[in-house]
Structures are given as C-alpha cells and as structure tokens.
C-alpha cells in the first residue's frame, strides 16, 4: 500500500511538472509573439486534445482486448 502511495505520488508529481512547463511554454512564446488565438482557434485545439486521447484509448482497449480473447494466439506450430 505504501509503495502505491509513494508511485501515485510520483506520477502526480510528474503530471504538475508537464502542466506547469506546458502553462510557462505557452505563456512565454505567446508574450514574445504578436500572434492571438482566437476562439475557434482554442475550441479546434481542444476538439483534436480530445479525439488525439479518445483515439489512443480506443486502440489501447481493441490492443487489451485483442490480446485477451485470444486472436493473438499461435493455433499450429510451423
């Protein structure tokens, strides 16, 4: 239980480190450009975010299930 704990504490660590050199990233270059984003411009970014993560779920479930039901099995030697 412990080390679950500590690696939970690990990887939410990891997480706050990407989302806040992501916010400073974003930040910096959007001070340094001219270049605005408009709202169709956030919503497009969000929409691809969201279909990039349903995408990488869905193969990752067919990937688990695949494995699971046995059509990744050997049915004859060769």
Same mark, same amino acid.
Do not use: C, N, P
């Given at each position: ?9 690990? +990887?939410?660590?990891? #997480?706050?480190?990407? @989302? ?10 959007? %001070?340094? =450009? ?12 969000? +929409?691809?975010?969201? #279909?990039?993560?349903? @995408? ?10 695949? %494995?699971? =039901? ?9």
């Amino acid at each position: 239980m412990k080390a679950t704990i500590i690696t939970v504490l690990i +990887l939410v660590g990891f #997480l706050v480190a990407a @989302v806040w050199f992501a916010v400073t990233g974003w930040t910096d270059i959007g %001070a340094e =450009s001219q270049a605005d984003i408009s709202a169709h411009g956030y919503i497009a970014m969000a +929409l691809g975010v969201v #279909l990039s993560i349903v @995408v990488g779920g869905g193969l990752m479930a067919l990937l688990f299930f695949s %494995a699971r =039901s046995g059509h990744d099995d050997v049915d004859h030697e060769i």
